[in-house]
């Protein structure tokens, strides 16, 4: 089974700050990689696709890129609402496996 | 755009059968080319697939899970179920239903999730 490792565990930054988020793959994957962002109260939320491609609506500040085993997940200049949990997750093979979640918290 | 609603009871006891219902708006569930997936959040905050089902009605579950699960289609509502049984507290999560996109193998659109607590 390929395994998903994101670094760190917990982010403290303040608004305005760039939050960098990675994952790890125990081997090569190809495509079929994306993030996705959980808020309290709110449905899960997909961000990034094909490791790099923007899903519908999601602002410009999210950019997603890496290929092989380490992917990155950056938010240029954190807003209020970006303060939540981050999973990034492979497709490679199936059934596919998320990565453990990067909380992303108010310094 | 489109909307899924999880619904079903929060509480199951142990060695009962967990039932969740996942209502679409916005789309069909047997529309060509469509795909349904079910996901858990465990209180550990982990994420695990469970599994999906087509607009055809062909299923492909999570092998960990695949002895006590059936998923199928509700076309009249538009809907899709779940079913798993021989529950322990081991399954008490958040259960989410989601559109499953194939072209990109990533989940598009999601529910906000309902809480099942596995509990005598």
């Known amino acids: 089974d390929i395994l998903l490792t994101q670094s760190p565990a917990t982010l403290s930054l303040s608004p305005g700050e760039r939050a960098t988020l990675s994952c790890r793959a125990s081997q090569s994957i190809g495509a079929y990689f994306a993030w996705y962002q959980l808020r309290p109260g709110q449905p899960p939320r997909l961000l990034i696709y094909d490791a790099s491609k923007r899903a519908d609506g999601v602002p410009a500040r999210f950019s997603g890129s890496g290929s092989g085993t380490d992917f990155t997940l950056t938010i240029s200049s954190l807003e209020p609402e970006d303060f939540a949990l981050y999973y990034c997750h492979q497709r490679y093979n199936w059934p596919g496996a998320f990565g453990g979640g990067t909380k992303v918290e108010i310094k | 755009q489109v909307q899924l609603q999880e619904s079903g009871p929060g509480l199951v006891k142990p060695s009962q059968t967990l039932s969740l219902i996942c209502t679409v708006s916005?789309?069909?569930?047997?529309?060509?080319?469509?795909?349904w997936s079910w996901i858990r959040q465990f209180p550990g905050k982990g994420l695990e697939w469970i599994g999906y089902?087509?607009?055809?009605?062909?299923?492909y579950y999570n092998p960990s899970l695949q002895s006590r699960l059936t998923m199928s289609l509700v076309t009249s509502n538009n809907q899709f179920s779940l079913k798993l049984t021989s529950v322990t507290a081991a399954d008490t999560a958040i259960y989410y239903c989601?559109?499953?996109?194939?072209?990109?193998?990533?989940?598009?659109?999601w529910g906000q999730g309902t809480l099942v607590t596995v509990s005598s």
């Open positions: 989601a559109r499953d996109d194939m072209t990109t193998r990533s989940f598009d659109s």
């Open positions: 916005g789309d069909s569930v047997n529309s060509g080319g469509k795909y």
């Open positions: 089902i087509a607009y055809s009605g062909s299923t």
